[in-house]
């Protein structure tokens, strides 16, 4: 297992993570026998398809076919990775993890990080609403209407006017190294050309002083880093300092508010991106709890492929300034390239999501909301007003950032959408546009063209099998044993496992083998032996999910598993003989390799030995002394 977590401790959370109660946590699930049912949370339904096996513990989906145990459930769900899943499911079942996090040159470890984070914000939480210097940063939220409510959802401080806040509070628990490595404490030296160095030359002090605190949380609402706003604002300091990139914080990666807001944006498949933390909380307030933000930095394709996760169409709500345009468009072309859809909902001059909210309402909010325009009418008006788009230079300017944009965006259908809504606000012939569309991707694409080489290997995996299903009889082989494994003994004396073209049926097998042999449960197997995306547990509770399909009343689970054994020995003779056939015809007609006629010889006899084997595989009766 990664991270050096060992077997046995995976499996003790598995077992202490009833699947049925972690999922009926997060949503209703209605009994329905030995099973369990509701609508599928991973797409859209009317008709129940998703099934809970309390059982065997695993989830299966038959109408998206998304599946697994509880550690896929929580990675999907919760879109993360396996190590969080591990962390949430060992969090609820009250069982102590240890994992060494520690960087081959000795960096720091991340859930001590995490802890000093989760310190510090409380600390400063509590500063801002007891402490007396807190004051003016109590009025500030005040004045910005901002209730004690909002300061306790988004754990928002203030650190007071002091250079040793954090030092004299958390060095007594954590290492200076540790501090610094959260990004709260800062080491300086004197660059004033005298000599000497070590501790006697530094000097260390709190990054964050006399400012409101923000505490910067991830997607699993943990406290990540902060962002300190001043309050003077004829002060001549930045207006916010953010933490510095850390083990924990890349703002490249964060977005503000998302652990409040991803089960939001999940069920409306709908994000609204704002530029700042007030106007985020602003939008939480009055209902609109699909809001965030990027983080002390412009927004970037890591920050797309996070909102990906979660949505299918992004609104963008930025300021009405051509900073705000600029950042608008720039942005949506970002998203573009995610395969999102993308609006953007123009701001009145001089209003941001805040003071618009509470100057004239949510309502008013979520009429700027309803009356979002495509990325391409917006960006057609900003570029018409900087530029005369009656001349000829100008319509060409023009059509040339247009196509630009839409070349981003990947999805065939919404290209051809924004082709035809390109074609009407130019006045520009939809071929004309396509050509140049054509004429463009070519000429970006040319430099990049290397020689033609191997094809990759794709990844095994379920998204593996998508285009080439599996043969039915070794799906059935499975099916069979996983509802009697007493049976794997048939398979392991008369069936080699390398037979079994599909690699991860042959993986299933094997661990269904093991189990047995082991008196072992299936699943356990399986878990141990998982990779970090699940994909054999997902693979096996499709499998898991359909021993409806090998209920026969003509034949017994034994008699079903002979019957498909000489079947995927049948059809393994069949390839090989038709491979000595095609070397045979090769030779002889000169389009392979020439065989000597000793050569040949052999392989004659070989393809009319396979032809006897063959005929002897009609029965059980007749196949067990070649078996």
Excluded at 135 to 158: C, H, M, N, V, W
Excluded at 218 to 229: A, L, M, N, W, Y
Excluded at 341 to 365: H, M, Q, T
Aim: proline share 6%.
């Amino acid at each position: 297992m990664p991270r050096g977590i060992p077997d046995s401790l995976i499996e003790e959370i598995r077992q202490h993570s009833d699947i049925a109660t972690v999922i009926g946590a997060y949503f209703h699930l209605q009994r329905a026998g030995t099973t369990f049912k509701a609508l599928c949370p991973f797409h859209k339904e009317k008709t129940p398809s998703f099934t809970v096996n309390p059982v065997r513990q695993f989830y299966h989906c038959f109408g998206c076919n998304a599946g697994g145990d509880v550690f896929k459930f929580v990675m999907e769900y919760e879109k993360v990775d396996f190590m969080t899943a591990v962390r949430m499911l060992a969090q609820k079942a009250n069982i102590r993890i240890e994992i060494e996090e520690r960087s081959a040159t000795g960096g720091p470890n991340k859930e001590t990080l995490y802890a000093i984070n989760e310190k510090t914000a409380r600390h400063y939480q509590q500063i801002l609403l007891q402490a007396a210097e807190a004051a003016p940063a109590r009025d500030y939220l005040k004045r910005r209407q901002l209730p004690e409510s909002a300061i306790a959802d988004f754990t928002i401080g203030f650190a007071p006017d002091a250079w040793d806040t954090i030092l004299l509070r958390a060095a007594k628990q954590y290492s200076i190294a540790d501090l610094e490595a959260a990004g709260l404490v800062v080491t300086a030296r004197p660059d004033d050309g005298t000599p000497g160095t070590g501790p006697a030359r530094e000097r260390r002090y709190d990054r964050f002083r006399n400012r409101l605190m923000f505490a910067i949380h991830d997607e699993q609402g943990r406290v990540i880093g902060f962002s300190g706003r001043i309050l003077d604002k004829d002060a001549s300091p930045a207006k916010y300092i953010n933490t510095p990139e850390t083990p924990l914080f890349r703002k490249s990666r964060v977005l503000y508010a998302l652990h409040r807001a991803r089960q939001a944006i999940l069920e409306a498949h709908q994000a609204i991106l704002c530029e700042g933390q007030i106007d985020v909380i602003r939008c939480h307030l009055a209902g609109f709890t699909r809001a965030v933000a990027a983080q002390g930095t412009a927004f970037t394709e890591e920050h797309a492929r996070i909102l990906k996760r979660y949505a299918d169409d992004v609104i963008l709500v930025f300021d009405a300034d051509t900073a705000g345009q600029n950042a608008s468009l720039r942005t949506a072309a970002i998203l573009f390239q995610a395969g999102l859809a993308v609006r953007i909902a123009a701001l009145p001059e001089g209003e941001d999501p805040d003071s618009l909210i509470l100057n004239k309402g949510g309502d008013a909010f979520q009429k700027l909301l309803d009356g979002a325009r495509s990325v391409l009418d917006f960006q057609i008006d900003v570029l018409s007003a900087r530029d005369n788009r009656a001349s000829e230079a100008g319509l060409m300017r023009i059509t040339a950032a247009v196509l630009d944009m839409i070349r981003r965006q990947p999805n065939a259908v919404y290209q051809a959408k924004l082709l035809q809504e390109a074609s009407s606000r130019l006045q520009v012939p939809e071929e004309a546009l396509q050509r140049e569309l054509r004429r463009g991707t070519q000429a970006e694409r040319r430099p990049e063209q290397a020689p033609a080489g191997p094809e990759p290997v794709p990844a095994v995996g379920p998204g593996a099998m998508a285009g080439r299903p599996a043969p039915p009889g070794e799906s059935a082989l499975a099916e069979h044993l996983i509802a009697e494994p007493a049976l794997a003994g048939l398979v392991r004396q008369h069936l080699p496992l390398d037979m079994i073209t599909t690699p991860l049926i042959r993986q299933l097998i094997q661990a269904i083998l093991d189990a047995e042999t082991a008196q072992r449960d299936v699943m356990a197997v399986l878990s141990e032996r998982d990779t970090p995306d699940r994909a054999l547990s997902t693979f096996a509770a499709g499998v898991l999910a359909a021993p409806s399909k090998i209920k026969s009343a003509f034949a017994t689970h034994e008699e079903s598993l002979k019957s498909l054994i000489l079947g995927i020995r049948t059809q393994a003779l069949q390839h090989q003989r038709k491979a000595l056939d095609a070397r045979l015809r090769a030779s002889r007609s000169g389009t392979g390799p020439k065989l000597s006629a000793k050569e040949e010889k052999l392989l004659e006899t070989e393809y009319l030995e396979i032809g006897m084997i063959l005929a002897k595989m009609k029965s059980w009766a007749t196949a067990l002394p070649i078996l």
